[in-house]
């Protein structure tokens, strides 16, 4: 039997599962040293191999084993780099025009919380936030609580008591994401906005895998795609009522340049273009590698990195 014959999709919790690529951990290993000095070899011990799978029902990809999540001295690290964490981001105004005056909201990984102190001032809002990392200081005031919690466990004290359940950017990160999300359902009231924010795996970021480790683990333990979330309504009481693309982001620019122009090499590595290229005279070959890179342009299209998606507990 095949070894991976009975694993579930972390989503479903189905069996519905293949097998769509596998990466050396030692490969994975020495870019996480070479881009960010950062060794993350203790999480690969005794493995030598990881695999990332796709849940035929949902279209979810994961990586596999599931015990490769990074942990606090991982993203500690991470954030001495001042892209890593943002204060007020994109998805973050998009959320903020969603809220309004007096609900009750609570962010999950909401960091040092700088999204709810913004909103609890400009919105008079109840804000709670659940964050992992235990150097974060706890708030706890009328109107603005941060309490170190898992979501699982805060569910458990605040079934339906939030108007509005947010998390930017830490879906991607976790394996067990059927617990996560419904745990943060049940947290809503009925007709509750669940915001959820995640890198959009069919923007450009797909075409750039070699560059982007970070959507590795330890880093990332699954891909999200707006197909992924469409499917949430055969597994969660929830309707996809909004999603939004997130637009380049000026410091967003060069990496998607060179994701283009890298994307346009290969296409043009190919006899077409060899026979193209002798037969232009040379002052019009600028012609040639521009309609190219229109072409990879074109190919790639023109997301940002990620996708925010709203739905509403029904």
């Not at 709670?128 to 919690?149: A, V, Y």
């Not at 959507?215 to 597994?235: A, Y």
Request: net charge neutral; hydrophobic share 35%.
């Amino acid at each position: 039997m095949n070894r991976f014959q009975r694993m579930k999709s972390p989503l479903t919790q189905n069996y519905n599962v293949k097998q769509i690529k596998s990466f050396n951990s030692d490969d994975i290993s020495r870019k996480y040293k070479n881009l960010f000095k950062i060794d993350v070899s203790n999480y690969f011990k005794d493995i030598s191999e990881i695999f990332l799978f796709e849940c035929m029902d949902t279209k979810y990809r994961f990586f596999h084993p599931e015990n490769l999540s990074g942990e606090s001295e991982f993203y500690a690290k991470l954030q001495e780099f001042d892209w890593y964490y943002m204060p007020w981001k994109w998805e973050h105004k998009i959320a903020e025009l969603l809220i309004k005056p007096q609900q009750t909201i609570l962010e999950i990984g909401c960091a040092k919380g700088d999204f709810l102190k913004t909103i609890s001032n400009s919105k008079n809002v109840i804000a709670h936030g659940l964050e992992l990392n235990k150097n974060i200081e706890q708030i706890n005031s009328d109107q603005l609580q941060l309490i170190h919690n898992y979501i699982q466990d805060h569910a458990e004290h605040y079934s339906e008591f939030y108007d509005i359940v947010c998390s930017f950017q830490v879906l991607e990160h976790i394996y067990d994401v059927h617990s996560f999300i419904k745990s943060a359902t049940s947290c809503l009231k009925k007709n509750g906005l669940l915001i959820l924010s995640v890198p959009n795996n069919d923007s450009f970021i797909k075409y750039s895998e070699d560059e982007n480790v970070l959507n590795l683990p330890p880093h990332h333990m699954g891909h999200w795609k707006l197909d992924v979330f469409q499917s949430f309504k055969n597994i969660f009481p929830l309707e996809l009522v909004n999603h939004h693309f997130e637009p380049i982001q000026t410091y967003h620019q060069e990496w998607y340049d060179n994701t283009v122009k890298k994307v346009s090499e290969k296409m043009k590595n190919n006899w077409v273009y060899r026979m193209l290229y002798r037969s232009v005279p040379n002052f019009l070959k600028w012609r040639l590698e521009s309609f190219y890179y229109q072409l990879a342009k074109r190919k790639i299209g023109n997301n940002g990195h990620s996708i925010l998606v709203v739905f509403k507990k029904v």
